[in-house]
């Protein structure tokens, strides 16, 4: 057999993602896409016996290689775990990371100053201080890794949200203000990364039928107002395969996020006022 022979027959080299807020909701379908696409994964999510029992139904699925990291990234303990985790070069032997899909959060509604401080606390380190540290780890090494020749697509997801987009959000101020931050952020890594090999999307999802959308479901919002989670995933894999920095995805949304960016701010908050 000649050398191209077995260049053609050789398998190609296992891809790594990590993807946070793995066990359940938006988390879950990532993990299962990409399982089906053939990448090694590191699940994480506070619950291990709900990560577990994730990873034994897609290793049977699909025979895919599954690290399973119990940790609380709202603290500094399980930050640093997976910090250590998203920051291998392979040098050790532990496959670096080529996907960090950054998707935990926590959405706690209620008017500001009524919130505990605690709860407050709680949702800026998750949703922001998490997701910097996180992609801070990574992307060093995914840039270097780019530079050295790799011929893998290497970069980051950040889930965003609509509810960042939306000028005035009552009920929902740090939630929404912490989702505004990682979209300008990203959006600003994207550009320092993109001449480098790596790339790095936001998704901004808007409602999606999970266990943090509870009590707007209860509260009969029409099924139009629902982008499915699956699309979620898909659109937003599509989109940062092609280096697509931003990505909207469900057609009433792409809708909205057009109409928030012409429409007179006054209007938009007095509509987001009354909705709430």
């Known amino acids: 057999m000649s050398e191209a022979d077995r260049t053609r027959n050789r398998p190609a080299p296992s891809r790594t993602a990590l993807v ?19 990448y090694s994964l590191v699940l994480v999510a506070r619950s291990r016996e709900n990560l577990e029992d994730l990873a034994g139904d897609l290793r049977g699925s699909y025979g895919t290689d599954i690290e399973v990291l119990a940790a609380d990234l709202g603290t500094p303990e399980g930050l640093a775990t997976v910090v250590e985790r998203g920051s291998a070069d392979g040098s050790d032997g532990t496959a670096p990371i080529d996907l ?42 995914q840039i270097a890794r ?13 889930v965003s949200s609509m509810a960042g987009e939306v000028p005035s959000n009552p009920g929902g101020s ?13 959006e600003s890594v994207s550009a320092e990364v ?8 936001t998704v901004f999802p808007g409602f999606v039928r999970t266990d943090m959308t509870r009590g707007v479901q209860e509260q009969g919002m029409p099924e139009f107002a629902f982008v499915a989670r699956e699309q979620v995933v898909r659109d937003s894999l599509r989109a940062w395969s092609a280096g697509r920095s931003v990505v909207v995805p469900g057609a009433a ?6 109409l928030l960016r012409v429409l007179p701010r006054s209007l938009v908050r007095a509509v987001a006022r009354r909705m709430a």
Not at 194 to 201: A, F, I, L, M
């Open 20 to 38: 946070t807020g793995a066990s359940r909701g938006i988390g879950e379908e990532y993990a299962r896409s990409l399982a089906q696409r053939g």
């Open 100 to 141: 960090l899909v950054n998707n935990a959060g926590r959405g706690d509604g209620g008017v500001f100053v009524d919130q505990e401080p605690d709860d407050i606390d709680a949702m800026i380190d998750l949703n922001v201080r998490a997701v910097l540290h996180l992609a801070r780890a990574v992307l060093p090494v």
């Open 174 to 186: 740090v939630y929404g203000g912490g989702k505004k931050f990682i979209a300008l952020w990203s």
């Open 146 to 158: 780019a530079a050295s020749g790799t011929d893998r697509r290497l970069g980051v997801i950040n």
């Open 194 to 201: 993109r001449g480098k090999g790596v790339y790095v999307t």
């Open 253 to 258: 949304y792409k809708t909205a996020d057009g």
